[in-house]
């Protein structure tokens, strides 16, 4: 019988990697090395983690979902779409804030392992599109419902995701912060759009 994989159990394992190569380095660690750090046996690491690649497809997934978790906890109870852009703006920028060496680490892993860079393209744009897709469809609402400035609502949020994207390039090569980009984003761009506000939501009588 196939052994079944405990996902809740990878995730744990790809982060313990991960932090066992943020102290020791990629090119200093092996599998071996890994399972030996790790107290589970080789055979073990391998049914999880075909080899660093999967480690690295791992990673990445363990990511995401950290970061969809914490942009629509932000974004959710956003009424007004342009707002939500901006929240979503927000939230990406605390997100990656510090996280310059696990980026760095998840690139030399990339370099370390034999992932194709289109495959690790389309589980991104996989993740990443169903947001994009709502996003997209809540601006186009808010323009028909007038509370919107037209605009091409496609571009505005690829405009925005693509500048999130140059943030944590630059908090990387920079170590600068990306929230000065960001409020000149929403000052020059995203408020201008601004038409109106839906008011407050009753509160129901107890």
């Known amino acids: ?21 943020r102290a020791r380095g990629i090119g200093r660690t092996t599998m071996s090395e890994l399972a030996q750090a790790l107290g589970v046996k ?9 080899d660093l690649t999967g480690l690295l497809h791992a990673a990445l997934a363990d990511v995401y979902r950290d970061y969809f978790a914490h942009v629509q906890a932000r974004v959710r109870d956003v009424e007004h779409p342009v707002e939500a852009l901006g929240e979503l703006a927000r939230a990406t920028v605390e997100f990656n804030r ?15 392992g ?6 690790l393209l389309d589980r991104a744009r996989a993740v990443g599109d169903p947001m994009r897709v709502e996003l997209v469809s809540r601006l186009r609402a808010g323009i028909e419902r007038k509370v919107v400035a037209r605009c091409d609502p496609e ?21 600068a912060s990306g929230a000065p980009v960001v409020d000149e984003l929403w000052d020059r761009v995203l408020a201008p ?14």
Request: no cysteine.
């Open 1 to 21: 019988m196939a052994r079944t994989v405990d996902t809740q159990r990878r995730t744990e394992l790809a982060r313990q990697a991960l932090e066992v190569m």
């Open 42 to 50: 080789r055979p073990t690491l391998y049914f999880y983690f075909r």
């Open 98 to 112: 510090g996280r310059r060496d696990l980026v760095v680490l998840l690139f030399q892993l990339w370099a370390a």
């Open 114 to 119: 034999d992932a194709d860079p289109l495959e």
């Open 155 to 175: 571009r505005v949020v690829d405009l925005v995701l693509t500048v999130l994207d140059g943030t944590l390039v630059q908090e990387v090569t920079r170590g």
């Open 193 to 206: 759009l601004v038409l109106e506000r839906p008011p407050p939501k009753r509160r129901a009588r107890a």
